[in-house]
């Protein structure tokens, strides 16, 4: 049995899928293999364990050595300039390493590339503690408006929030995002929180916070960049932002974030 969270699992395929899109500009073939294997000898108990193997591969364009014995650090990107944050494939290695897996990617130029992720297979479920009840977090259903200028990121957080029961609007940046929001309140259905990139050419995340508190000051902004961590130490933050996200964001510690930042309700006090 594999355990797994779920929604770190999906964010992982995702992130490889739209990597494997990237590199095939002229159209492509994307496959999945998973197979179940037999792993290495435990040294606890002398048998042989049981693996799960996922992979994506692809028939594009490849990566040559340097880029592949990178790719898995956090900013490095070759697609910087159409907006990359070069935190796609990190997140992958993340989530690998959570669940004590391995990640092997093989890539040559015009060969393609293949990520293969190993996750072990425990035989037995974690025990539970008689006694003890897990808890349950409150599920609500949010109105979300996200504004990217990146139409994957975009797809990513429409297709993951959705699927923990919001109501999700996507804006293609700043501008389109204002008419959005403002449309919603005049139609009475406000939205209860909005994400918004950063660097976005038409209207910045700043500028759309910056609006959007003048207008709903109640209504909670979450700032959403590759570069989150340094903004939070130098100290940009701007007050009208109430909490800032890495880029792309892990979608459970959103949902719990969007969870915590809408819970007082304080949109109809």
């Not at 957080?157 to 923990?164: A, E, G, K, P, W």
Request: net charge negative; glycine share 10%; aromatic share 4%.
């Amino acid at each position: 049995m594999l355990h797994s969270d779920a929604g770190e699992l999906r964010e992982a395929l995702i992130n490889l899928v739209f990597n494997a899109v990237d590199a095939m500009p002229q159209g492509g073939t994307i496959t999945f293999v998973t197979r179940s294997l037999h792993g290495p000898v435990s040294e606890v108990s002398g048998a042989s364990e049981r693996q799960l193997q996922v992979e994506v591969k692809d028939n594009g364009i490849g990566m040559d050595e340097k880029t592949r014995q990178h790719c898995l650090e956090p900013f490095f990107s070759t697609k910087a300039q159409r907006g990359g944050t070069g935190l796609g494939l990190a997140m992958v290695y993340g989530m690998i390493q959570r669940h004590d897996g391995i990640i092997e990617i093989d890539s040559a130029p015009g060969r393609g590339t293949c990520v293969r992720l190993i996750f072990p297979v425990q035989e037995n479920p974690p025990q539970t503690v008689r006694g003890t009840s897990p808890q349950v977090k409150p599920k609500r259903s949010l109105h979300i408006l996200c504004i990217d200028d990146d139409a994957q990121v975009r797809q990513l957080l429409d297709d993951c929030l959705t699927h923990f029961n919001h109501r999700v609007m996507v804006a293609s940046g700043g501008e389109h995002g204002m008419e959005l929001f403002r449309t919603a309140m005049l139609k009475n259905q406000p939205y209860e929180v909005v994400i918004t990139d950063w660097g976005m050419p038409d209207v910045n995340g700043y500028e759309v916070a910056r609006t959007i508190k003048a207008e709903s000051p109640n209504t909670p902004v979450i700032m959403m960049t590759g570069w989150g961590t340094i903004m939070k130490e130098e100290g940009e933050t701007a007050s009208e932002v109430d909490a800032v996200i890495g880029k792309p964001p892990r979608m459970n510690e959103l949902n719990d974030l969007l969870l915590r930042i809408t819970a007082s309700d304080k949109r109809h006090a």
